[in-house]
């Protein structure tokens, strides 16, 4: 491995720690007084920011982040805090869970598959449903 290769192995070690830190301050964001909060929005600007690092420096980012965030806004999905900003609905007929953010209106789906559940074997007499 070349110097230049392994410097550059370092620096996205680097910046992916720092786009892990945004992340996470994005998710709980320090209280501020009660006036400024619509002032400094910290969480969208930290997403922002975590963004054009990933951007700049192709870093990718983990598939289980997206499900916090809209990407389209930069808000924060809160999904504890019973639909202040997204709304969530399963759609069997696809197989997804959608997610509906409020303040810009984007969807974002995420697909499940059945595969984790048990079937039921139509071979046992006990649970035909034609009996």
Not at 51 to 65: A, E, G, P, T, W
Not at 93 to 104: A, G, R
């Amino acid at each position: 491995m070349s110097r230049r290769e392994s410097q550059k192995d370092g620096l996205q070690q680097l910046v992916s720690e720092r786009i892990a830190i945004l992340l996470s301050l994005a998710k709980s964001p320090p209280a501020l007084p009660h006036g400024l909060e619509k002032k400094y929005d910290l969480p969208k600007k930290y997403f922002r920011l975590a963004m054009k690092l990933q951007q700049r420096h192709r870093v990718r980012i983990d598939k289980s982040v997206w499900r916090h965030f809209c990407k389209k806004c930069g808000c924060v999905r809160s999904l504890a805090g019973k639909g202040k900003n997204t709304s969530v609905a399963v759609d069997s007929v696809t197989k997804s869970v959608v997610y509906l953010c409020l303040p810009c209106g984007a969807k974002k789906r995420f697909f499940y598959s059945n595969k984790s559940r048990p079937t039921l074997s139509t071979s046992e007499p006990h649970l035909r449903a034609d009996l």
